[in-house]
């Protein structure tokens, strides 16, 4: 079965600060990985995606993550932090389309000014 | 663009009630899928359905029934309310038959149960 991990539960960083999230997954076979980010209050907004090609990716924001395949992970960085990414992140993987999402346990990130 | 709608947006029911949630999906999309989230928990995957049929189950309790109709839209009912049942449930779409791996996300219905 699918698991995805998140490594930090609670991250706090003064603005500027660069930020990195780690997430590692478990899948037998081809995934498809995305960040999503949660405003208190608010739905799930995609940050960014990767499902084949460069495994740079480059999302909104400012965001990007690197696919590592040999150590199953997909780490979410940002060089320079703002207060108002104040959030939840969760990362997320699926076996394909049509297929569902299976969670992280999210991270909250707290900036502050 | 127009995006996943839900509706009501706050639901407050007692303990053995029932409740219906609905999801309007983006226009064109083919699959709705319905995922609940607990306080303070990560989104868990409750149900999907592409092209009307069910194509995949998660951890919905039995209590808990969906459909999805011939205009897509899609309705999670819940009986006999428990407080546990408590959560955000957020309704996601996508199109599965042009390929895309994405899905996109509605606002979520906030179920409180007292």
């Known amino acids: 079965a699918q698991s995805v991990s998140q490594h930090n539960h609670h991250v706090i960083l003064s603005e500027a600060a660069s930020l990195e999230l780690g997430c590692n997954y478990s899948?037998?076979?081809?995934?498809?990985l995305f960040w999503y980010v949660q405003y208190p209050g608010q739905h799930l907004q995609l940050l960014l995606k990767?499902?084949?090609?460069?495994?740079l990716v480059k999302g909104i924001k400012g965001f990007e993550a690197e696919f590592i395949k040999s150590k199953f992970s997909f780490n979410l960085r940002k060089p320079s932090v703002q207060w108002s990414d104040t959030a939840e992140y969760f990362c997320?993987?699926?076996?394909?389309?049509?297929?569902?999402?299976?969670f992280g346990k999210g991270t909250t990130l707290s900036v502050s000014s | 663009a127009a995006g996943v709608i839900q509706s009501p947006r706050h639901l407050i029911k007692e303990k053995r009630e029932t409740a219906t949630l609905k999801c309007y999906p983006i226009?064109?999309?083919?699959?709705v899928y319905w995922y609940q989230q607990g306080p303070g928990q990560d989104p868990q995957f409750l149900i999907s359905?592409?092209?009307?049929?069910?194509?995949d189950k998660g951890s919905i309790p039995d209590r808990f029934s969906a459909q999805q109709f011939s205009d897509y839209h899609s309705e999670l009912n819940m009986s006999s309310l428990e407080l546990g049942d408590s959560a955000l449930y957020f309704c996601?779409?996508?199109?599965?038959?042009?390929?895309?791996?994405?899905?996109?996300f509605g606002p979520g219905t906030r179920l409180t149960v007292t």
């Open positions: 359905f592409y092209e009307k049929m069910q194509s």
């Open positions: 226009p064109r999309h083919d699959t």
């Open positions: 899948y037998g076979g081809t995934v498809n």
């Open positions: 996601a779409s996508s199109l599965v038959g042009g390929g895309d791996y994405e899905q996109y």
């Open positions: 997320a993987v699926n076996a394909g389309a049509g297929t569902a999402l299976i």
């Open positions: 990767y499902f084949s090609g460069d495994p």
